[in-house]
């Protein structure tokens, strides 16, 4: 039953996960190069396609790079971010004019939170290292970049969640839109 901004449909399980983590908590290549690694070793499992090339969805979750994100912000739309931002991965649709509402219902639930719409970045990708199988259901993906000046570190989080949620509600019939998380 749904209730509020919960649904229990839009939960997924997984059968497994493996943690690396620096002991001190320090960001670190080395750290990354090995998880990236360890990815490498989950063929097992019959996680690849026929194509040879196109998997099962397995990959990283890691903090935000937050200095690499406020460059990119400073590259793309010459802005400063203030000490409380968010970058949001998205898919959406390959059909633009579907895109185009996607993004202006995405910013419209964000704008009634409270927070300060940046800009979308497309993420640059490259296609030629995937198979058949994945280039067929290929979304855009974009990246939003959002600012909270004047906002905790918790505010953000709390209003980040609630327009993730209702911009899913509202965009439930648009089958390639998805939030990251």
């Known amino acids: 039953m749904t209730q509020g901004l919960y649904s229990p449909d839009e939960f997924r399980d997984n059968c497994g996960f493996g943690l690396i983590a620096h002991t001190s908590g320090e960001a670190s290549h080395r750290l990354l190069q090995t998880a990236i ?33 406020r460059s990119l912000a400073q590259q793309h739309f010459a802005t400063e971010m203030s000490e409380q931002f968010a970058v949001g991965q998205i898919f959406l649709s390959t059909d633009e004019a579907m895109a185009s509402e996607e993004r202006a219902v995405m910013e419209a639930v964000l704008v009634d939170q409270g927070l300060n719409i940046v800009g979308w ?5 490259d296609p030629s290292v995937l198979g058949e199988i994945a280039l067929e259901t290929l979304p855009r993906m974009e990246q939003l970049f959002v600012d909270a000046p004047g906002h905790s570190a918790d505010e953000l989080s ?7 949620r209702k911009a899913e509600q509202g965009l439930e019939q648009h089958p390639e839109f998805y939030i990251c998380t």
């Open 37 to 69: 690694e360890s990815l490498t070793c989950m063929t097992h499992r019959g996680g690849i396609a026929a194509d040879g090339k196109t998997g099962d969805g397995c990959g990283l979750l890691m903090q935000m790079p937050v200095p690499f994100m």
């Open 121 to 125: 970045r497309e993420v640059p990708i």
């Open 158 to 164: 709390t209003k980040m969640f609630v327009a993730r």
